[in-house]
């Protein structure tokens, strides 16, 4: 039931934003100025790198909202933190390990020329364990969870790329908390 509500949610995300690409592709005059979407972003993790549920891999999917209030490209750091770009998606376990959506904030900074530095923070559901109940499946604790990510990457006209790293875990507040990481590459399309 959990995976084919994350599958839908993923179809759905991807489809929302191809739709709406084509409907503001016409209208833009330059990329990042849609006035809903922002980026697309589709990319292969590894998951759960070094512990019980290593070895597969996670396909996932994610789409960019724009900022909140107007962000120049001279932005100083302050007034990115200040805006973030509100974000959903979905990560799909290739192997029917733990599978999961999300959802929350992601803060992008640029670092020298096209390189930039992104980390974001938000809350994910997932169809995994709760307790200690299989070797190969970690004991997460809780349905929900916390999720952060750090990022590094070029921009490169519309299209960025990165490798990112992002963790998962209920911090303390259930019985378990071995949580996740994985460890991937994702490019994004930008609007």
Do not use: C
């Not at 039931?1 to 995300?13: E, N, Y």
């Not at 100083?76 to 990560?91: C, D, E, K, M, Y």
């Amino acid at each position: 039931m959990i995976r084919a509500a994350l599958i839908s949610a993923l179809m759905l995300a991807t489809s929302a934003a191809a739709a709406t690409a084509a409907d503001y592709g016409s209208s833009s005059s330059a990329y990042g100025n849609s006035d809903f979407l922002s980026e697309l972003r589709m990319g292969v993790m590894s998951h759960d790198v070094t512990r019980r549920e290593d070895g597969t891999v996670d396909l996932q999917a994610e789409v960019l909202f724009n900022a909140f209030g107007t962000l120049s490209d001279d932005a100083s750091v302050w007034q990115r933190f200040l805006t973030p770009r509100p974000h959903i998606g979905a990560s799909m376990n290739t192997d029917g390990k733990t599978s999961y959506g999300y959802a929350g904030f992601s803060w992008l900074f640029p670092v020298y020329g096209p390189v930039f530095i992104e980390g974001s923070f938000g809350g994910m559901i997932h169809d995994g364990k709760l307790n200690n109940v299989d070797p190969n499946r970690e004991p997460l604790g809780t349905r929900a969870l916390f999720r952060e990510t750090g990022s590094i990457g070029v921009d490169l006209e519309r299209v960025r790329v990165m490798l990112t790293v992002e963790h998962s875990s209920n911090a303390g507040l259930g019985n378990w908390n071995h949580g996740l990481t994985n460890v991937g590459a994702r490019v994004g399309y930008k609007f």
